[in-house]
């Protein structure tokens, strides 16, 4: 029996017959994954039909918590949303942050599983003891902020936390995403075009079923530990100011920072676009996830234009990525992206992919409805996002994505697009930080970093490198000795994160969660006993269930790697200069570690 | 009395997290008894609980349940409250809630209130000795009618649009 941590049910809605079952949650079931991401995974792994088309009513939508969610532990305020992605056709997977999670918690539904269609556009309002189909044709088109807000004043309920999909959901862009908290993202994998596909403007929710943990003085004590962890954290103030933003001017320090679409690692104008500016012109507050002590997210206001945000990613991919040297306009964007319900990372890749190609002749204006689209051309940037989510004209094909939409042209056009497995790569230049490198070649929902977050290879700490990993080249990020078992390792504590729901900053990049750690917050807070060895094997045999998933879905051994620009073209110039990644024999080594054969 | 600054508050909810776990030993944000409000089409985010207003629109329970402690909390007889709604429907701000058959109205944690010591930003303080009360009678008309957390909501709105102004002011 489950008696503490969890809510304890599952709830599946089929949208097609306007039905919903509530089943209990089988304790033998969950232990083994947790919740969260792992759960999430093993769900599909059991149901899904592989074959599906991903945007037809067989697919599966699932939101998933864990047992800590909502809890006291700090930053317990993910939610993992989790599909066959459209984009990719593999594993699809996207968490968020927010409030969206703690108020989801309270409904007592540890998983809520989407499928079928729903016949004309509805929101679904869920509660503790009851589902309801509401209509909502008034809401078509409407943008995720609006949507919040409307449907808070239909309810009479200011309270109810909505995830939502906007206009570019609607129109099942295959990047677009989920929009909760009004500015909180379950960003990659199109998630929201899953959502689009099913008719389902928003997600409500608003419970009342306490989360209880099984030794409070237990749970509380640790708790207050990890607190203090966090408030006592060298980085605490720089992260308080600046949150993710602080690796503007980072990355750009090591020649990383993704500039003119990664054919440089050094921005000559990063004072003008980093993380300190924005704080000292724009940002009016900090904003904060659910029960986080840390508050690194951030409330600006411009001339027309306030939202949450920009994370990193967001922030890089629309200022040096793309060539923009304009700090309000990144700002303008990112709020115009959440609104419409658009993936930063995959909306910048598909525009700077294609700045890059028009650049190098390798696209005309004509091949493209007459689009042409230069570095930092702002009015350019704004028109395409606006024809990629109403997939007007030439927006109706980038909408599929940079690697779909690439297959029309050349094949130098198509070597261009910097993905792995369909999913576009993250703001990070992987010649400077090769275990991220390897993250995104052997990522399970494609290139992506906060499958491993091996923030380790950054820290120098050479002994502790030569003892965890073998080598302290582990802990030199231009080396590529010693990366697989970092990678292997880290992997394991981001899924066991993602399992608990906590946010990566803290839980790997602040160094907050271990496997020890992990184990007594789980006995306290849900009474179950895992040892730290357990929880290894357990995260560990996750990551085969998702190797396995992808293959069935046709993920072959050759398809985990990097683009050609990363193994072959070194860096022009900065402390990155002259480096390429051999991201053969990192995966050969990942590979032999986890004995996967391909 | 609690006092609120809502220009420092994140919308974390720990104020609300906090009070939940050490008054009932479990966490949801209906156990607490300051309930944080985030209106996210402006940024603005803060606390909502009791503040000893002037004018003492709870005294007005039929049933004598109602009475004002040495710190000036509100304390609700367990035995005399018929849990009739009449001290909810009549506070301005949606600061007295029923749920569960049991009234959540702050009472200061009988003088260490732990939502004080869970912020982190200095958005709530513990004012001893304060004379001046707030006075909600600007949000006794409009609040008629509305749910409660619409009437904290309609609140943290009229604060927030405080706030904003410092934020523009920042930025001419």
Known sequence: ????????????????????????????????????????????????????????????????????????????????????????????????????????????????????????????????????????????????????????????????????????????????????????????????????????????????????????????????????????????????????????????RIGILPTRHFQEGVCDYVDAISGERLASTYKVKNKSCFNCGLHCSRYYVIDGCEAEGPEFETLCGFTSRIGNQSLPFALEMNSYLNRLGLDSISTCEVIGWLMECQDRDLISPADVDGLHITWGDTDAIRNVIRMIAFREGIGDKLAEGATKCSKGFSEDAQKLVMHVKGLDIICGDPRGIKAYGLTYAIASRGADHLRAEPYFELTDKKEEAKRRFGTEKAADRLAEEGKAALVAYSETIALLTDSLTMCKNIGLCMDVLDLDRASRLLRFGTGLDYSAECLSDMMRKVIDMEFELNGRFGVKREDSTLPERFVKESLPEGPTKGSTVDIQRMVDEYYALHKWDG | MLVVDIGKCTGCRRCESACAFFRTGRISNRLARVKIVSLYQTGIDGPVACGQCQERYCDCCPHDAITYGSLGQVIVSPTSCRLCGACQEACPIGAIEIFNEFVYVCDLCGGRPRCVEACTEGAIHDQREEENHPSLARFKKGAKGMSLAQKRAAYVEVLGAEVRKTWSKAHA
């Open chain 1, 1 to 252: 029996m489950l008696k503490c941590g969890y809510g304890g049910r599952i709830l599946r809605i089929d949208l097609s017959e306007r039905r919903y079952r509530v089943e209990p949650l089988d304790s033998s079931w969950i232990k083994p994954v947790i919740g969260g991401r792992a759960a999430n995974t093993k769900r599909l792994f059991e149901e899904l039909d592989v074959q599906c088309d991903p945007l037809g009513p067989e697919n599966l939508l699932i939101f998933g918590v864990g047992p800590l969610t909502g809890s006291l532990l700090p930053a317990s305020a993910y939610y993992t949303v989790t599909a066959k992605s459209p984009l990719t056709g593999i594993l699809g997977d996207s968490a968020a942050g927010g409030q969206f999670a703690a108020e989801m918690k309270l409904t007592g539904f540890d998983q809520i599983i989407l499928s079928g269609r729903a016949t004309s556009l509805l929101y679904l309002f869920v509660t503790d003891s009851s589902v309801e189909f509401v209509e909502c044709p008034q809401y078509a088109g409407s943008t995720t902020l609006e949507t919040t807000e409307a449907i808070r004043r239909d309810r009479r309920d200011p309270s109810v936390e909505i995830a939502t999909i906007g206009p570019a959901g609607e129109n099942r862009v295959l990047f677009s995403c989920i929009v909760s908290s009004g500015n909180r993202v379950n960003g990659r994998t199109g998630m929201g075009a899953v959502m689009g596909s099913k008719r389902l403007k928003a997600l409500v929710v608003r419970g009342s079923r306490p989360v209880q943990v099984a030794d409070s003085l237990g749970f509380l004590s640790e708790v207050r530990q990890i607190e203090s962890d966090i408030a006592k954290h060298q980085e605490y103030d720089k992260r308080y100011k600046l949150g993710t933003t602080l690796l503007m001017t980072d990355l750009n």
